[in-house]
């Protein structure tokens, strides 16, 4: 049985094509990210927004909405995307359907601008905070921070003791036929 996610954001025929195809990988990788954010956020129940792991953790609520404010201003600021303006980004009710939606509405419009980007737009050198990094640099440092949150929330799952999603592969909730965690020395001198 193959790895699948309990939420597919954005499926693979919503993604577009790359004007280059050597820049497939970020809409792909872009999409997929989304949908493992959307699989770890449908995990949470109403009752959990409030929750928080330590009184200077913020709630499940307050990463949520960093996820969207953050992203915004990665592709605003770092890489000159037209993005909605601050005061339209969250979603007016804030539930964990309506958080879902709007993580899912502005990465598909996000799509068709990274699409349509050349090879010398992504590799020319663009102000990121106090330094120049290549357009390529910046879009990465989004998909980690997106993973580093997304990470965050799994924790918050487990403190709850709900079941934690796959994202990357199995885990201790969630696993399939052919699935190899590699937590051997065996698995990972497979050639």
């Given at each position: 049985?193959?790895?699948?996610?309990?939420?597919?954001?954005?499926?693979?025929?919503?993604?577009?094509?790359?004007?280059?195809?050597?820049?497939?990988?970020?809409?792909?990788?872009?999409?997929?990210?989304?949908?493992?954010?959307?699989?770890?956020?449908?995990?949470?129940?109403?009752?959990?927004?409030?929750?928080?792991?330590?009184?200077?953790?913020?709630?499940?609520?307050?990463v949520m909405k960093h996820q969207l404010l953050s992203e915004r201003r990665f592709f605003a600021e770092f890489l000159g995307f037209p993005e909605p303006p601050p005061a339209e980004l969250l979603p007016?009710?804030?539930?964990?359907?309506?958080?879902?939606?709007?993580?899912?509405?502005?990465?598909?419009?996000?799509?068709?601008?990274?699409?349509?980007?050349?090879?010398?737009?992504?590799?020319?050198?663009?102000?990121?905070?106090?330094?120049?990094?290549?357009?390529?640099?910046?879009?990465?440092?989004?998909?980690?921070?997106?993973?580093?949150?997304?990470?965050?929330?799994?924790?918050?799952?487990?403190?709850?003791?709900?079941?934690?999603?796959?994202?990357?592969?199995?885990?201790?909730?969630?696993?399939?036929?052919?699935?190899?965690?590699?937590?051997?020395?065996?698995?990972?001198?497979?050639?």
């Amino acid at each position: 049985m193959a790895m699948s996610y309990a939420v597919t954001a954005i499926p693979e025929s919503s993604v577009p094509r790359a004007s280059a195809p050597i820049f497939q990988h970020l809409l792909d990788t872009y999409a997929g990210e989304i949908s493992k954010v959307a699989t770890v956020w449908s995990c949470f129940a109403p009752e959990d927004l409030a929750f928080r792991i330590h009184p200077r953790s913020g709630t499940v609520k307050d990463v949520m909405k960093h996820q969207l404010l953050s992203e915004r201003r990665f592709f605003a600021e770092f890489l000159g995307f037209p993005e909605p303006p601050p005061a339209e980004l969250l979603p007016k009710e804030e539930t964990l359907e309506a958080f879902r939606r709007r993580l899912c509405e502005l990465a598909l419009a996000r799509l068709a601008r990274i699409a349509d980007r050349t090879q010398d737009w992504w590799l020319e050198r663009a102000p990121f905070f106090d330094v120049l990094r290549e357009r390529i640099w910046i879009f990465w440092r989004r998909v980690l921070h997106t993973a580093h949150h997304r990470t965050q929330l799994t924790v918050y799952l487990r403190m709850l003791n709900k079941p934690v999603p796959p994202t990357y592969g199995p885990t201790a909730d969630v696993s399939w036929t052919g699935a190899d965690p590699t937590t051997s020395l065996g698995a990972a001198g497979r050639t």
